[in-house]
């Protein structure tokens, strides 16, 4: 073992000092592992119900009417939410495209859009309109409202309770902090929170964001009344394998709203080929308890060997997980680039290269990015991005298998030491 490392040019204390902390934490790994098994299940079983077979695989082109493998993979995705339907399609381009689909397609002139749960994560800004947007909903005549966390990261149920009116029509919650620093929802919190609210207005439509949270446990938030769950097929729920597409999964109601936004009136689901990706769909789901389990463990091997490296990890290196982001505060701009540089070096592909910090638009500082992904900007593959400003943080997540988000982690930390960046 030893000597494979050393060719990836790992040291010795390196090897040693990483495996030291991961002994640390098997019995985390048998709880993620425990996760793993249930979620893998449900997926079996939700594929074994829908009696899906081969002939499921061979795609449509053109308009796509009677895609039986489309309408059985949408089956199969509503059972494992435990939803009635799912708009699953690789017309969906994006996580913020299934999002904004779910907006547009249940929002109407007059209504407004309340965020019980603080600021939207960045691309939906010009979704809504709160940073002015050509065709954002604000264009369309709908208005937003925010209540922001607590200071303790909690909800502000009098302000919540204060925000919803009679205009009140979709209330959005975003499961991920993404790029944030206040903590992550648990499942449970989420249905606390939607309890609240449906005392208050029983009819309202209520929308997860579930972006980087899928399989991390046993629920999910359409399990605790959530009427919609959304997110990204290149993140958890494609399993690494989906090399576009987003998911809607919910009542029918809202699944048939948004199917006509995302196509056209009159047509809504029925139109939309599936070009031959199926089949890599339905084995990306299959293998997405796993893959995401991996990934889990990865993030909880970070944040073990850096916070004992004297670095402020969010989640720490104790606390219980419900997405898959790892944050690491490096505190210099030096140990952010080493960092990246060895997520990069540890990377199946385009591991040759070297990152490094550019004017990425839309930020207000250099930003620099670790990717060496089989699908392109896939963040359930090894990837680390960060902005060049203080503290000096550092967002990280995915890998594939557990052992590929091990090594990124041990390259990371011997670029450190080779640059002397390391107090051991
Ligand atoms: C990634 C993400 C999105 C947007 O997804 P894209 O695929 O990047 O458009 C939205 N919300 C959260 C919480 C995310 O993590």
């Not at 309202?204 to 959530?226: L, Q």
Request: glycine share 10%.
């Amino acid at each position: 073992m030893k000597d494979m490392y050393a060719e990836f040019g790992i040291s010795e204390k390196v090897i040693e000092y990483c495996n030291s902390k991961e002994a640390l934490i098997k019995d985390r790994f048998d709880e993620i592992d425990r996760v793993c098994e249930y979620n893998q299940m449900k997926v079996i079983r939700a594929m074994q119900k829908n009696r899906l077979g081969e002939a499921h695989f061979a795609g449509t082109t053109g308009y796509g009417y009677n895609d039986i493998g489309r309408d059985c993979l949408e089956s199969i995705y509503a059972d494992c939410f435990r939803t009635e339907a799912a708009l699953v399609r690789a017309q969906i381009t994006c996580g913020t495209h299934a999002l904004a689909t779910a907006l547009f397609g249940n929002l109407r002139p007059g209504d407004e859009l309340l965020a019980p749960a603080g600021k939207p994560y960045d691309t939906l800004e010009e979704v809504i309109g709160i940073r002015p947007s050509r065709g954002s909903l604000k264009e369309y005549g709908v208005s937003y409202r925010q209540v922001d966390l607590l200071s303790d990261g909690g909800f502000d149920y009098p302000a919540i309770k204060e925000a919803i009116n009679e205009k009140t029509k979709l209330i959005a919650i975003q499961r991920s902090k993404g790029y944030q620093t206040r903590p992550t929802f648990s499942v449970d919190k989420i249905g606390k929170l939607i309890a609240f609210i449906r005392e208050i207005k029983p009819e309202v439509t209520i929308m997860v964001d579930n972006c980087y949270g899928e399989f991390v446990e046993e629920k999910e938030p359409s399990e605790v009344g959530a009427d919609m769950v959304v997110g990204s097929l290149i993140k958890n729920p494609g399993g690494g394998l989906a090399p576009i597409g987003g998911y809607i999964c919910g009542t029918k109601e809202c699944i048939e709203n948004a199917a006509v936004r995302l196509t056209t009136p009159g047509l809504g689901a029925e139109v939309g080929a599936s070009l031959g990706i199926t089949h890599t769909l339905l084995q990306g789901l299959f293998q997405a308890p796993q893959v995401v389990a991996g990934a889990l463990k990865g993030a909880i091997l970070a944040a073990n060997i850096y916070e004992s490296l004297g670095f402020s990890c969010v989640p720490d290196s104790k606390e219980s997980r419900h997405d898959i982001i790892q944050a690491i505060t490096f505190g210099t701009a030096e140990r952010v680039v080493a960092f990246c540089e060895g997520i990069q070096a540890a990377a199946p592909v385009d591991s040759f290269v070297v990152p490094e910090p550019w004017a990425m638009p839309g930020y207000d500082s250099d930003v620099i990015m670790a990717a060496g992904a089989f699908i392109s900007g896939s963040s359930i593959e090894l990837s680390a991005d960060a902005p060049i400003k203080p503290p000096y943080a550092v967002y990280f997540q995915g890998g594939l298998t557990y052992y590929h988000a091990k090594l990124g982690m041990m390259m990371s930390l011997q670029k450190m030491v080779d640059k002397n960046l390391i107090s051991w």
